[in-house]
């Protein structure tokens, strides 16, 4: 696979083939790739050198994909995008291939969004230990012996507003990664350690537009 090829976060990360320009008005999505979905997220990077992103929200209307708004801006992995198959935990890549969006998370006791919503307490922990039995799962302090884990409710901010990436998760492999979320940047052209980030008010409206009626991808 080709960095240079479309990738997308089924709801979605397609790390993958699509070859339309980004201004185009429709796309078509194969059926194959993402059964009854209406709602699809692609993410793509235009240069196989870079982390910095394009994030393309779709959706289907009328038989047509289109975009409900303007393509939005943001970082990958700091090691890019790891082909299908290819992500390992702490190797600073994102994984590529269809992936369905799951949990919304934040801070905040409840957001307007009309997915499935947690907020993240000072207790929280994702856990990222391959060797740990509860490994890439979300649990809360002093029910796990993992011995490393991510804080949910982070000091820097930039799990404020988030969303699981189902990447992972059933089965779980050990060892080939955990905790991918889009999330909050730390700034425009730094990279994660492997989730999508984006600004602020774009993840906002992002999850304010998923529906789980339409069977997001990414």
């Not at 201004?23 to 194969?30: K, R, T």
């Not at 059926?31 to 709602?39: E, K, Y």
């Not at 196989?48 to 939005?72: C, D």
């Not at 919503?117 to 490994?135: C, I, M």
Request: contains cysteine; hydrophobic residues 40%.
């Amino acid at each position: 696979m080709k960095m240079s090829a479309y990738f997308s976060v089924y709801l979605m990360i397609l790390a993958f083939l699509f070859s339309y320009p980004a201004c185009a008005g429709n796309f078509d999505v194969p059926a194959t790739m993402i059964g009854a979905s209406s709602q699809v997220l692609l993410v793509r990077n235009t240069n196989p050198t870079l982390y910095a992103v394009q994030v393309i929200a779709l959706e289907k209307s009328n038989g047509r994909w289109q975009r409900p708004f303007a393509l939005l801006e943001g970082v990958i992995g700091r090691n890019g995008f790891a082909p299908p198959g290819e992500k390992r935990e702490g190797d600073g890549r994102t994984p590529s291939g269809i992936f369905l969006l799951g949990t919304v998370f934040g801070y905040a006791s409840s957001f307007p969004t009309k997915m499935p919503y947690r907020q993240a307490g000072a207790d929280d922990l994702w856990v990222d230990d391959a060797e740990a039995p509860d490994y890439n799962r979300w649990v809360t302090r002093g029910t796990t012996q993992a011995a490393s884990f991510e804080r949910m409710r982070r000091d820097d901010d930039l799990y404020k507003l988030g969303i699981v990436v189902e990447y992972n998760t059933n089965p779980v492999i050990k060892g080939y990664g955990s905790a991918i979320f889009f999330h909050l940047w730390r700034g425009k052209g730094i990279a994660t350690e492997g989730c999508i980030a984006l600004l602020e008010e774009d993840l906002a409206r992002l999850v304010r537009w998923l529906d789980p009626a339409a069977r997001p991808r990414s």
